[in-house]
Every structure is written in structure tokens, then in C-alpha cells.
């Protein structure tokens, strides 16, 4: 059984910086890609990161591009976020997700989210002004 868990997020100012993190179980991230979305209250979810499975290649949301870094540490098993220079529109539940393929060859840019499978239960940031 697939179990995807994030911690990290919390409340934190303007400028401030925080590192999540996405722990998953029963399955070995190594061989599969990950991502990052984020859903504010009374809004849809939207993508922000992805990596591919080897990590060598990573996306980033217009809105996060040159703040945020998405990274993956295999023998953790764990995803990360590292999140800076952050705004209050980054206020938000991040959610992390697996992808459903198997060493997919591209990277995912289009954030699409029936292209994850398994999703953990969200961990929430909120940045205050």
C-alpha cells in the first residue's frame, strides 16, 4: 500500500523561507516522477513543481519560477520544496503526489493531475503580510 506524507509547512512572513517534505512508503520514488501542488481557499488546485523520475529535469510554475526548488533525495525516499522569498499568494495546502507512470520519459509540465496517482494529505503554508 502507497502512502505519500508531507510535513514542513507552517506559518511564516513575508520574505521568510520553508523547506517541505514528502516522505513515501511502498513505493521507491527513484523510479517514478513527483510533484508539487498547492490549492488556496476557493480556488482550484493548481501545479507548481514537478521533477522527473531521475531528476535531471524539473518545472516550475511562472509563479514560483526562481523562488521555489524542487529536489528528491532517493535513499530517503523523500521529495522536497524548498520554498523562498515567499508571498502571501503562496498561502496555501501543498499537496505531494506521485506520478502513475513507471520512469516516465518526459518531464510533466502540464501539471495535469490525472497524472499522479497517489497524493498525501497536504500540509499548509500560510504567509503573512
Known amino acids: 500500500q502507497v502512502q505519500v506524507v508531507e510535513s514542513g509547512g507552517g506559518l511564516v512572513q513575508a520574505g521568510g523561507s520553508l523547506r517541505l517534505s514528502c516522505i513515501a512508503s511502498?513505493?521507491?520514488?527513484?523510479?517514478?516522477?513527483m510533484g508539487w501542488f498547492r490549492q488556496a481557499p476557493g480556488k482550484e488546485r493548481e501545479g507548481v513543481s514537478s521533477i522527473r523520475w531521475n531528476g535531471d529535469s524539473t518545472y516550475y510554475a511562472d509563479s514560483v519560477k526562481g523562488r521555489f526548488t524542487i529536489s528528491k533525495d532517493n535513499a530517503k525516499n523523500t521529495l522536497y520544496l524548498q520554498m523562498n522569498s515567499l508571498k502571501p499568494e503562496d498561502t496555501a495546502m501543498y499537496y505531494c503526489?506521485?506520478?502513475?507512470?513507471?520512469?516516465?520519459?518526459?518531464?510533466?509540465?502540464?501539471?495535469?493531475?490525472?497524472?499522479?496517482?497517489?497524493w498525501g494529505q497536504g500540509t499548509q503554508v500560510t504567509v503573512s503580510s
Open positions: 511502498g513505493l521507491n520514488i527513484e523510479s517514478y516522477a
Open positions: 503526489a506521485v506520478d502513475r507512470v513507471y520512469r516516465r520519459s518526459q518531464l510533466i509540465t502540464d501539471m495535469a493531475r490525472e497524472d499522479f496517482g497517489y
